[in-house]
């Protein structure tokens, strides 16, 4: 009777794994109909049905679920997983989440569509962007030093801090969308940006820390698809695309005179502000040059007095979904983790197999790169690449050398995306 139970994936687990992947090939879609400038059927389906919201909610649950079940759940006693791939796509579910909205929200009407969720989103950015300045003390995401990860549950950590660090990223592209907006967003929206978060001070300090570069060795290294690469001299003047959202939302922010009239030049916010004098270059200003006018702007305020905060009494909207879930869940996280512990994160081989099988369909490749208007690239080195890993499928290579390298990451991923293969 015992085997009977574990041989089968709980209701509930493969209802969520069904929903994953659908969201999965969502994203995948989202992704080729950009790139490959066949119009926006996605969004607009997203924005026909209602979606947004719904992928607001689910956001900020998956979020809530790291916060609040995750710590406890690695605490239980009878918590000692052999394989933590069922965690592993719990945690990738709020990345696979952000990565569609960021592709989506590049469009005005899925932020109108966004409705009241828009201020659930607006303060899970500021919560993302928050512990993004926190942690630029610590040069960013952590390495691949792989001596340090011994167990499956410390290699699951390595890698669920690192996708914590490209959510935040993430989440700045989708705030700078979001202020594209500004002309059409609610009152309680903006004064929530300006008043409540001040994200335009919190933006000053995103540019001065730069958490998405470093210096390594002498060399300037910029965090770009999923890994830090380095800058060639040539390319050290070039904006960055994460820069270049962090001053295009500025802009929004300053200078649409919907904010103009509700953003409150403080002292603080003056003297934050005024810290932007020193990054407007001229090879800056050639690059973008709207942010000529940011600067007129920032001559202005220096010159101007800063203002007394404001004490307006206005009835304002609040994001109802954190509050929400939190009321309702209270006093529950150990029910909870000990429930999941139970009939999700204790999967047979036999589950295990099924939905390694299940990703690797997924996460097919071929169909992609009929459609697809760049050429693989080295999982390695980046180069572009014309070999293929024979056993999984599912990673390009340049040279026989760059793959020997990069085994000892692919290796458990590899190994598992076969397995779901033989088990078809």
């Known amino acids: 009777m015992c085997t009977q139970m574990h041989t089968h994936t709980h209701p509930l687990w493969s209802r969520w794994n069904q929903q994953h992947e659908n969201l999965e090939k969502l994203n995948m879609q989202a992704i080729l109909d950009a790139t490959a400038s066949q119009g926006e059927p996605i969004q607009e389906l997203l924005v026909t049905h209602g979606k947004i919201p719904v992928l607001v909610e689910e956001l900020i649950a998956v979020e809530m679920w790291k916060q609040k079940v995750f710590p406890v759940l690695c605490r239980l006693e009878d918590f000692k997983p052999l394989n933590t791939f069922p965690i592993y796509m719990v945690v990738h579910h709020e990345a696979s989440i952000i990565n569609l909205l960021e592709t989506v929200f590049f469009h005005k009407e899925v932020c109108e569509s966004a409705e009241d969720t828009v201020l659930d989103l607006v303060d899970y950015c500021h919560r993302k962007l928050t512990l993004l300045v926190a942690r630029s003390g610590d040069s960013g995401p952590p390495e691949d030093d792989e001596s340090r990860y011994s167990t499956p549950m410390q290699e699951l950590q390595k890698q669920a801090e690192l996708m914590e660090f490209e959510i935040a990223l993430k989440a700045l592209s989708v705030l700078r969308y979001i202020t594209d907006c500004v002309d059409s967003l609610s009152l309680s929206t903006l004064s929530r940006m300006l008043s409540t978060h001040n994200l335009p001070c919190l933006l000053v300090e995103l540019l001065e820390h730069s958490p998405w570069s470093r210096r390594e060795g002498g060399k300037l290294q910029q965090f770009e698809g999923s890994r830090w690469q380095t800058v060639a001299p040539s390319e050290q003047q070039k904006l960055s695309k994460l820069d270049g959202q962090v001053w295009i939302a500025l802009y929004n922010l300053l200078l649409s005179p919907e904010t103009r009239a509700r953003y409150c030049l403080t002292s603080f916010a003056k003297g934050q502000l005024l810290k932007l004098r020193a990054f407007l270059t001229d090879t800056l200003l050639d690059q973008l040059p709207n942010l000529a006018d940011l600067q007129s702007f920032l001559t202005q305020l220096a010159l101007a007095e800063p203002q007394p905060p404001k004490k307006d009494l206005i009835l304002e909207q609040i994001p109802e979904i954190w509050e929400r879930l939190e009321r309702e869940n209270r006093g529950k996280w150990q029910a909870i983790a000990k429930y999941q512990l139970r009939h999700v994160f204790s999967p047979s081989e036999q589950d295990l197999r099924l939905q ?57 991923a590899c190994v598992l995306a076969a397995q779901g293969d033989r088990a078809k």
């Open 356 to 412: 390694a099988r299940r990703w690797a369909e997924t996460y097919r490749l071929d169909v992609l790169e009929a459609v697809a208007p760049e050429r693989p690239r080295c999982a390695y080195c980046s180069a572009e690449a014309s070999k293929r890993c024979s056993r999984c499928q599912n990673e390009w290579y340049c040279c026989r050398e760059c793959q020997v390298k990069h085994w000892e990451k692919h290796g458990k």
